[in-house]
């Protein structure tokens, strides 16, 4: 279980933990948290978040607040006033990791400080799928499996495809994407499940990185991790906000079915 005496860039990363003990290594974290704000950061470069800086602040502090029930509250009632899935990623989210990287290189807050903030937009980016509405699925098993950029360990992945295949899984393999390509393609293609592989911890960076992009373009998705990282980094799911991992080809089988179980239970009921 979490203790108070837990290293602050461990508590901060996920100040909910869900009961687990912290296996994910400081240095991943710390990778982690630079590339949650990093990437967010460059999305908001790109849009033209329209909150106001008194309000755009006011997030940015709720977000480093020791718990995070004001952050959660700024967003629900921005949802409630009729906010877009798109809007509250770009104008509250991406906009908030822009504005504290900025107050970090001025000194104004801690690392610490980005970590907590961090680990709270992975989690607000997952769960603003409650924002979006149900998608009818196609009525067959399907998701696509890619391997996280800059992956060259490919077997695995190709050897779950095919034994899922096999058990009349429709499975898309997509090797040697890049973020951009794979955001595209899961955002043409609908896919209800999205399995990333990752062969080790030098992948964490590219790992997080890709669940950021894929929650903004296919937020009604669920993802899951496999590869070797998922028994290096034991909490690898927890920690980048994913929905599950699965370190083997059973475990791998029980948790794609599991992820399509929810995803009907989510769907509408035909008229």
């Known amino acids: 279980m979490l203790t108070v005496?837990?290293?602050?860039?461990?508590?901060?990363?996920?100040?909910?933990?869900?009961g687990e003990d912290r296996r994910l290594s400081d240095a991943s974290l710390l990778v982690m948290a630079q590339e949650v704000i990093t990437r967010l950061a460059?999305?908001?470069?790109?849009?033209?978040?329209?909150?106001?800086d008194v309000d755009l602040d006011a997030f940015c502090i709720a977000l480093v607040e020791t718990r995070a029930d004001d952050a959660n509250r700024i967003l629900r009632i921005a949802q409630e006033r009729g906010a877009t899935?798109?809007?509250?990623?770009?104008?509250?989210?991406?906009?908030?990791?822009?504005?504290?990287?900025?107050?970090?290189?001025?000194?104004?807050?801690?690392?610490?400080?980005?970590?907590?903030?961090?680990?709270?937009?992975?989690?607000?980016?997952?769960?603003?799928?409650?924002?979006?509405?149900?998608?009818?699925?196609?009525?067959?098993?399907?998701?696509?499996?890619?391997?996280?950029?800059?992956?060259?360990?490919?077997?695995?992945?190709?050897?779950?495809?095919?034994?899922?295949?096999?058990?009349?899984w429709h499975i898309?393999?997509?090797?040697?994407?890049?973020?951009?390509?794979?955001?595209?393609?899961?955002?043409?293609?609908?896919?209800?499940?999205?399995g990333l592989s990752a062969s080790g911890a030098d992948h964490v960076r590219a790992l997080t990185r890709t669940i950021v992009e894929l929650r903004?373009?296919?937020p009604r998705s669920l993802i899951f991790i496999s590869g070797n990282i998922v028994q290096i980094e034991k909490d690898i799911a927890i920690r980048t906000g994913a929905d599950a991992a699965a370190g083997s080809m059973e475990h791998c089988v029980?948790?794609?079915?599991?992820?399509?179980?929810?995803?009907?239970?989510?769907?509408?009921s035909p008229p």
Not at 5 to 18: E, G, S
Not at 42 to 52: E, G, H, T, V
Not at 172 to 194: A, F, N, W
């Open 216 to 218: 903004i373009a296919a």
């Open 254 to 268: 029980e948790t794609l079915e599991s992820l399509y179980q929810a995803v009907t239970r989510a769907a509408p």
């Open 5 to 18: 005496d837990t290293p602050i860039l461990v508590r901060a990363i996920d100040d909910d933990m869900h």
């Open 85 to 168: 899935h798109e809007k509250l990623c770009i104008a509250y989210i991406a906009a908030a990791a822009f504005r504290l990287g900025e107050w970090w290189e001025r000194d104004i807050i801690h690392f610490s400080d980005m970590a907590v903030a961090a680990g709270r937009m992975l989690y607000m980016l997952r769960d603003l799928r409650k924002v979006m509405p149900p998608v009818a699925i196609r009525g067959q098993r399907e998701a696509l499996f890619a391997t996280v950029p800059g992956e060259q360990h490919v077997l695995g992945v190709t050897m779950a495809t095919d034994i899922l295949r096999d058990k009349g």
């Open 172 to 194: 898309d393999l997509q090797i040697g994407r890049t973020e951009t390509e794979l955001c595209q393609i899961v955002h043409d293609g609908g896919y209800p499940i999205i």
């Open 42 to 52: 460059y999305i908001s470069r790109k849009a033209n978040p329209d909150l106001s």
